[in-house]
């Protein structure tokens, strides 16, 4: 089931990512972001009404560190529509796939942040080197299509 909710976020962010950037050339960057997180805060309040099974009391015993998510939410947000606005949505979204595996594997490789350690062997290595060369040549930089 966890790849079924994986395959469904990268389709909602790359469709995100579009929608925002068009909202932002209409209304501006800043005023796009809030319009976005103000939007997902409301229907989050009632997701939580609704299916919540948790507890905000219990906030104040979590690491202080992973309180600073919605800090990254808003990085998010603004990085992602200035990356579709200066390249297409392809290889913006391909440049942010890219960062998101690197990242993830340096977590693993670590287990920062209460992750497992994983190994991370050569094959892992030739893995981000050929999606890197696959961004690459999406862009032409090797070769320059008609």
């Known amino acids: 089931m966890g790849w079924i909710y994986a395959v469904i976020a990268g389709a909602a962010m790359s469709v995100q990512g579009v929608f925002n950037t068009r909202l932002s ?6 005023e796009s972001n809030a319009f976005v997180q103000g939007t997902a805060f409301v229907l989050s309040l009632i997701a939580v009404f609704i299916f919540g099974k948790g507890n905000f009391a219990l906030i104040g015993q979590a690491d202080k560190l992973y309180l600073t998510g919605g800090v990254l939410g808003l990085a998010i947000t603004v990085t992602v529509m200035l990356s579709m606005s200066a390249l297409s949505p392809t290889a913006a979204v391909s440049a942010i796939l890219v960062s998101q595996l690197i990242v993830a594997a340096v977590i693993d490789y670590f287990g920062w942040f209460g992750s497992e350690k994983m190994s991370f062997g050569w094959e892992k290595y030739v893995g981000i080197a050929l999606m890197i ?7 032409g930089v090797f070769f320059k299509s008609k």
Not at 25 to 30: C, T
Not at 133 to 139: D, E, P, S, T, W
């Open 133 to 139: 060369i696959g961004i690459l040549l999406f862009k």
């Open 25 to 30: 050339e209409k209304i501006g960057l800043m």
